[in-house]
């Protein structure tokens, strides 16, 4: 089966463009996780999905970034307009919710991630 | 908001060594997790542990939630253990806090 998919694996763009970073989850996996990592913050998670509706997006920095899963097995993160400081890795990751517990205690599968420059 | 330490902030061994990597936080939890991000930077969810031990293979990992701290243990170290170690807290709140990981080489 294939993993979770990112793409782009590597995106420049300049400073006030908008940004899009997409997400393919595995098959059959409900749950969805949004995570950037730098250097200066670490790894930091920005949005939850349990089954396309977000669960937790209490780490989204500000209004300039939004993420959807229009389908079940797809996942869209954006920022309008983008800055140098957004400037990061960002990963996905895919899990299968079981329960009522907030967080699922299945493990979660990463993609590759993307990274991305703003100049 | 929580707080994770992770400690040692690094760590080198020699292959074949043993090693302990610890995890400390500031407040309750419902569910912890341990993940590797190997030198090309993939991450690896390696256990979810919010209470109990787990193991599997040379890793296993203890987590004493009434004493706020979790252990990841790696025996027979490989060259392909080396990487950062991240513990990751999730709060009842829906919070989730990183530790700053620990960086583990092993060297042949």
């Known amino acids: 089966d294939a993993g979770v998919i990112q793409s782009p694996r590597h995106e420049v763009t300049e400073m006030g463009q908008e940004v899009t970073l997409r997400c393919k989850l595995i098959?059959?996996?409900?749950?969805l996780f949004w995570y950037r990592q730098t250097m200066m913050r670490g790894l930091e998670l920005l949005i939850y999905?349990?089954?396309?509706?977000?669960?937790?997006d209490s780490g989204m920095p500000e209004d300039r970034f939004s993420a959807k899963m229009p389908n079940a097995s797809f996942s869209t993160l954006k920022i309008q307009p983008s800055e140098p400081r957004d400037s990061a890795v960002y990963f996905c990751?895919?899990?299968?919710?079981?329960?009522?517990?907030?967080?699922?205690?299945?493990?979660?599968?990463f993609g590759d991630g993307t990274r991305l420059s703003i100049l | 908001g929580i707080q994770v330490e992770q400690s040692p902030p690094d760590l080198i061994l020699q292959e074949g060594a043993n090693s302990t990597l610890r995890c400390n936080f500031s407040?309750?939890?419902?569910?912890l997790q341990w993940f590797h991000q190997n030198p090309w930077g993939q991450l690896i969810n390696l256990f979810y542990?919010?209470?109990g031990t787990k193991q599997n293979g040379r890793l296993s990992a203890t987590t004493v939630a009434t004493e706020r701290y979790s252990l990841l243990y790696i025996s027979s170290s490989q060259t392909t253990d080396s990487g950062v170690y991240f513990c990751?807290?999730?709060?009842?709140?829906?919070?989730?806090?990183f530790g700053d990981g620990t960086t583990l080489t092993v060297k042949p």
């Open positions: 990751a895919s899990s299968f919710f079981v329960g009522a517990r907030l967080y699922s205690n299945q493990p979660q599968h």
């Open positions: 098959s059959g996996h409900n749950s």
């Open positions: 999905f349990n089954n396309n509706v977000p669960i937790d």
């Open positions: 407040d309750s939890v419902n569910n």
């Open positions: 542990i919010p209470s």
């Open positions: 990751a807290v999730y709060t009842n709140a829906g919070k989730s806090t």
